[in-house]
């Protein structure tokens, strides 16, 4: 089945209704359920027992703070995740989601360079750097994970938009990275048209019928208590 892509305005339009009054989602719940498909995406990929330690790569605004989720399910999966979080923002909800991975001892790091190799030591690399909102281009403190991203060979995983791709046209002339693994959440954007890489997965396993209907998007069918589907090329 080929499902429906939305463009960033929609994306926007979605979200919006989902923690209106009429969708009565939080953004505390909508974070959790998209880091939970996120790790849930991880494990489907990756044997644990042979490429545990995955960083997870945090931005600034929500798509990281689904990477802080992933992180915290990841730990519990039985991975060994590492946090890189540059920018740390003071709002209680990042603050809070941090808290609970470095309760459960999750290292967390500001900067690269450290007296351990972060990418080195890494066998998977999570990019929650930026989400469907983003415009223009990367700057620093990201521009340098991003270079990394553009030139290892470790395995990525990109949540929703690989970081730095234009969310309806995919890859430009600054960034043109290809994930290993792409988790599109709620709906596929535009840009996955170009994704190349080894595994496509949609996560949203809360969208009501009726959302999906108004906005003219598909929802799969989740198997037993899957939280994700994996989308096959036609």
Not at 90 to 119: F, V
Not at 176 to 196: E, G, M, Y
Request: charged share 20%; proline share 7%; net charge neutral.
């Amino acid at each position: 089945m080929s499902y429906r892509c939305v463009s960033q305005k929609v994306a926007q339009a979605i979200d919006a209704e989902l923690m209106s009054s009429s969708g009565a989602f939080s953004i505390d719940q909508l974070m959790e359920l998209a880091g939970l498909s996120v790790a849930q995406a991880v494990q489907k990929s990756f044997d644990n027992s042979k490429l545990p330690n995955v960083l997870v790569c945090v931005g600034p605004g929500n798509n990281g703070g689904d990477g802080l989720v992933a992180a915290r399910h990841l730990h519990h999966f039985g991975f060994k995740p590492s946090v890189y979080y540059p920018k740390q923002p003071d709002k209680e909800l990042y603050q809070r989601l941090l808290t609970q991975c470095k309760n459960l001892e999750i290292p967390i790091y500001d900067k690269l360079q450290q007296s351990i190799d972060l990418i080195e030591t890494s066998h998977v690399l999570l990019d929650a750097l930026f989400g469907f909102s983003f415009k223009g281009e990367v700057r620093e403190p990201y521009k340098e994970i991003i270079q990394i991203f553009e030139k290892t060979s470790k395995p990525i995983v990109s949540v929703d938009v690989p970081s730095g791709w234009d969310v309806d046209i995919g890859p430009n002339q600054h960034v043109q990275f290809q994930p290993d693994v792409l988790v599109s959440l709620t709906a596929p954007k535009p840009c996955s048209n170009h994704f190349k890489g080894r595994k496509h997965f949609l996560g949203g396993r809360f969208v009501p019928s009726t959302l999906a209907k108004k906005f003219d998007f598909d929802v799969p069918d989740f198997p037993g208590g899957e939280q994700v589907v994996e989308l096959k090329r036609e």
